[in-house]
Structure formats: C-alpha cells, structure tokens
C-alpha cells in the first residue's frame, strides 16, 4: 500500500511558477510509474503529465507542453511538477498518482490505470 502527499500548492499571478511535490510511503517508489492530473472546478479530472518509474520517459498533455514539467528523485521517493507560466485556466486541484506497472519504461495517461491517488494540492492562478 502507498501512500502519497502532494504539497507545493498555492495562489499565484499569471505567469508565475509553482512547483508541486508528491511524497510516497509504504511501497518502493521505483516499482511505480507516476503522474499527475487535475481537476477544475465543475469539470472532470483530465491528465497532465506521467512518468517512467525509470524517469527516462515523460509525457504532457498538450494543454501543458513546453510550460510544465514532470520528474522525480527515486532516491527521495518523491515526484514533482514544475509548473511555469501559469495561465487562470490551470487554476484546479491537482492530484498525484501511482501505477504499479512493472514496465520501467512506460509512462500511464490513463487514469483508471492508476492505484493510488494523493489527497490534492489547490493551485490557483489569478489574472
């Protein structure tokens, strides 16, 4: 069973940065492939971003590209999401997520595909 903690959310500017952080316990962090995802208000969770248990491989929904970016520190049992120009529309909770696959280069988009899911963070991006 794993346990994860996301932390790093908060208000900021358009245009601002965040950095959010997903801290796991109880199981062994590299056995995991890791995203994030989101969810506005009135809206469905969407999937932003998701990594190898590896870390070699990324991938980002195009809402985000070239302004997020996803990683991880196996040795710190952690994965983080950059976050960079913010715009109003990124304003959501957003949830960090685990998937016990046992591919070390396989990066999961899908989020029924996930086993265990953080609390949330509240990121909210004022014009």
């Known amino acids: 069973q794993v346990q994860l903690v996301e932390s790093g959310g908060g208000l900021v500017q358009a245009g601002g940065s965040l950095r959010l952080s997903c801290a796991a316990s109880g199981g062994t962090f590299s056995s995991y492939a890791m995203g994030w995802f989101r969810q506005a208000p009135g809206k469905e969770r969407e999937f932003v971003a998701a990594?190898?248990?590896?870390?070699?491989?990324?991938y980002y929904a195009d809402s985000v590209k070239g302004r997020f970016t996803i990683f991880r520190d196996n040795a710190k049992n952690t994965v983080y999401l950059q976050m960079n120009s913010l715009k109003v529309e990124d304003t959501a909770v957003y949830y960090c997520a685990a998937d016990s696959t046992r591919y070390i280069d396989v990066v999961v988009t899908t989020s029924t595909m996930y086993d265990y899911w953080g609390q949330g963070t509240q990121v909210t991006v004022s014009s």
């Open positions: 990594i190898s248990r590896s870390g070699g491989r990324t």
